[in-house]
């Protein structure tokens, strides 16, 4: 098998989906879908392109199928401080103030905070310096005994609900790094629910306010580094906490450019 063979074969078994299956949505017929798996039958630069769409394959992943199979990549990868994505992440950085009170960050693949609100430093008030020291990863501040975690009144539904969140993105991008950092999470005390959550979302119930969590993603990336790029920005999860927000109980602190 060769190595673009490899990667493609296990994209599909990632995705559950048969060569049936796959031809059928991308028009490349079983018997040459076959050969470019094992090997036998070279594939073109569109064809590779076809298919990985279908497949749902993360730009990253999508540049190192084309490199496997001898073409140059389809996608950019540009430095988050570099001038290709000065605008974007001016924007984005708009939208974490146009956010406050109410906490948000901006995090890349591997949950690194990229930059944050000042509505943030509600959640890292008391939080270990090392935990604070950049690169922060946030669900390791979340979740870390010296963290927010002493502070999240419902930290075993928060734990499972951001550990089965990194099983699923485990699975979707096979980023390797993620089942580290799932497995150094799981190692923390905490517990877990294995009911079924009550209410319409899961939670994050810290100190006496409650919120629930959204996430924003570009919705048509042709950058790698971009397409990694994501805001998880908290919202009041009733009036009381949103009263509090508002008369300045996030006050201002942990502040921006946190990588």
């Known amino acids: 098998m060769s190595e673009v063979g490899r990667l493609l074969r296990g994209w599909r078994d990632t995705r559950r989906m048969s060569q049936l299956g796959l031809s059928g949505r991308s028009g490349v017929s079983t018997r040459h879908l076959s050969f470019v798996e094992t090997g036998r039958s070279r594939p ?10 279908e497949l749902d394959v993360p730009l990253r992943a999508r540049n190192e199928l084309l490199l496997a199979a001898g073409y140059a990549p389809a996608y950019s990868e540009s430095e988050l401080d570099g001038p290709p994505l000065a605008d974007v992440l001016t924007a984005l950085r708009n939208v ?17 905070m990229v930059d944050a609100n000042d509505g943030v430093a509600l959640f890292t ?8 020291t950049p690169p922060v990863n946030v669900l390791r501040l ?3 005994p010296a963290g927010m ?6 930290l075993a539904e928060w734990r499972t609900h951001i550990l089965h969140r990194l099983d699923r993105q485990t699975a979707a991008t096979g980023d ?14 905490g517990g877990e ?14 100190d006496d306010l409650d919120f629930f969590s959204i996430t924003t993603v570009l919705g048509t990336p042709r950058d790698v580094t971009l397409s990694e790029l994501a805001i998880e920005a908290f919202l009041p999860a009733d009036a009381a906490t949103a009263n509090a ?12 450019r946190a990588r």
């Not at 390797?176 to 005390?189: H, I, K, N, Q």
């Not at 629910?193 to 810290?206: E, I, K, M, S």
Request: net charge positive; proline share 8%.
């Open 44 to 53: 073109t630069r569109q064809m590779l392109l076809r298919l990985a769409e």
């Open 96 to 112: 974490l103030a146009g956010h406050a009170p109410h906490p948000a960050v901006l995090v890349d693949r591997h949950w690194t």
């Open 125 to 132: 008030a008391g939080c270990a310096a090392e935990l604070l």
């Open 142 to 144: 979340a979740l870390h």
């Open 149 to 154: 975690a002493p502070r999240i009144r419902n």
């Open 176 to 189: 390797p790094e993620l089942r580290d950092l799932r497995t150094e999470l799981a190692g923390y005390p």
């Open 193 to 206: 629910v294995t009911a079924r959550p009550d209410g319409l979302v899961v939670p994050l119930r810290f």
């Open 245 to 256: 927000l508002h008369r300045g109980v996030a006050g201002s602190g942990y502040g921006s």
